[in-house]
């Protein structure tokens, strides 16, 4: 089976960050930080579980690979806006969890559109 390596590993690199953003919201933040860094974690690590399922995907659907991107940069994006508000109280970067957001929908609509376009997969 053929895996896109470089997605797989931003992907799991992305899920680890979120498990982190998630034991300290369980363990070591305050209330108002907990539900930022929760939900941070939260959709940053079903965006993690997309671009796996991308990673392995990929080479059947370009437009997969992409979603793939579209979801760990998105997911990204939104833990660590969420997460720097929360720690750092940089209020600003709650500005740009948005851009992370839509970047989240447009993954899920991408892979929509490359799951149309899926070739066969090979049979062994």
Do not use: D, E
Not at 8 to 13: D, E, K, P, Y
Not at 22 to 49: D, E, M, N, R
């Amino acid at each position: 089976m053929s895996v896109n390596r470089t997605l797989a590993v931003a992907a799991c690199g992305l899920g680890a960050v979120c498990v982190l953003l998630g034991a300290f919201a369980a363990h070591g933040a305050g209330p108002q930080v907990k539900s930022l860094l929760t939900t941070g974690a939260h959709y940053g690590l079903i965006h993690a579980l997309l671009g796996l399922v991308a990673a392995v995907l990929a080479l059947h659907a370009p437009p997969v690979r992409l979603a793939g991107w579209l979801a760990v940069l998105g997911g990204a994006v939104f833990a660590l806006s969420l997460a720097l508000v929360g720690l750092a109280g940089l209020t600003i970067m709650g500005a740009v969890a948005p851009v992370g957001g839509l970047l989240m929908v447009a993954a899920w609509l991408v892979f929509a559109f490359g799951a149309l376009r899926l070739r066969p997969l090979p049979s062994t």
